[in-house]
């Protein structure tokens, strides 16, 4: 069964950051989360969780918390985060494309 995916359950905010090196003035690197430029805000829903997803990134090591739909935005990807609207921050792990959904996607997200 195919995850029902409506612009209107979209209610979630969430603004796209990635992950930014920066010299902690002590020889070392500091990596802090900063918004992308440009239009970062998108509206996501939350979706469901299947079995086969969850056995799929067990197989693979990855722990993921939380499941999402949104429009497709080119800096929706893994690696980059998402940062509620209660500043807590969730790191993109996989992106995928759902059949029948076309300019939507799916991101398999990890809570930091």
């Given at each position: 069964?195919?995850?029902?995916?409506?612009?209107g359950?979209?209610?979630?905010?969430?603004?796209?950051?990635?992950?930014?090196?920066?010299?902690?003035?002590?020889?070392?690197?500091?990596?802090?989360?900063?918004?992308?430029?440009?239009?970062?805000?998108?509206?996501?829903?939350?979706?469901?969780?299947?079995?086969?997803?969850?056995?799929?990134?067990?197989?693979?090591?990855?722990?993921?918390?939380?499941?999402?739909?949104?429009?497709?935005?080119?800096?929706?990807k893994?690696?980059?985060?998402?940062?509620?609207?209660?500043?807590?921050?969730?790191?993109?792990?996989?992106?995928?494309?759902?059949?029948?959904?076309?300019?939507?996607?799916?991101?398999?997200?990890?809570r930091?």
């Amino acid at each position: 069964m195919r995850d029902k995916i409506s612009i209107g359950s979209m209610r979630l905010r969430f603004v796209i950051q990635q992950e930014v090196a920066e010299s902690d003035n002590g020889g070392g690197v500091e990596t802090l989360w900063q918004d992308i430029d440009g239009n970062s805000g998108i509206f996501a829903q939350n979706l469901a969780f299947k079995t086969e997803e969850k056995m799929r990134f067990a197989q693979i090591g990855k722990a993921v918390t939380h499941k999402i739909a949104a429009r497709a935005h080119p800096q929706l990807k893994p690696g980059n985060g998402l940062k509620d609207e209660e500043e807590r921050l969730y790191r993109i792990e996989s992106v995928e494309h759902p059949s029948g959904h076309a300019g939507y996607v799916v991101c398999f997200l990890k809570r930091d």
